[in-house]
């Protein structure tokens, strides 16, 4: 489903990402001050954390005088698709519905996303299989054991 591979990002990277996304263009001071309260990280810290982002090519860099402008060079929403299908990439196929379920049962959901929702099942009922087929390595996923 992803056409494109990203590098994965701790969460402490993320919520650097979070605060690019939001602002566009920040300095580091920017962001130590959007985020030290609720991280309470040092400039240091934030600072290391940036040069990585701008390692693994999430972070452009511009020079204005002595100060350093970043900007995000992916967009928040193809970061969030490729950290979810990246997660689901290391379940077993069958594990995928009962998981979804799960997540979706904690949501907090508004009425559009519900609606949004009943769409998809709608749509899912109609292409829904008997049996989901595992793709497993043997060893590493319960679903051999049901085929003896
Ligand atoms: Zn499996």
Redesign the pocket.
């Known amino acids: 489903m992803t056409n494109k591979t990203q590098p994965t990002i701790s969460d402490a990277e993320w919520e650097i990402m979070r605060v690019v996304w939001t602002n566009h263009t920040v300095t580091s001071k920017d962001i130590t001050e959007i985020i030290k309260e609720k991280m309470n990280w040092k400039q240091a810290t934030i600072k290391t954390l940036i040069g990585r982002l701008v390692e693994k090519g999430m972070l452009k860099t511009e020079a204005i005088g002595n100060k350093y402008l970043y900007s995000p060079s992916v967009t928040e929403e193809e970061s969030l698709k490729s950290k979810t299908s990246d997660f689901f990439e290391h379940l ?3 594990k995928v519905g009962a998981t979804l379920a799960e997540l979706l049962s904690e949501a907090t959901l508004s009425h559009s996303d519900v609606q949004l929702l009943e769409e998809i099942i709608q749509r899912k009922k109609m292409e829904a299989v008997d049996v989901v087929s ?1 793709n ?1 390595t043997p060893g590493q ?1 319960d ?1 051999q054991h049901y085929h003896h």
Do not use: H, L, Y
Request: glycine share 0%.
């Open positions: 077993c196929n069958r595992c497993c996923c679903c």
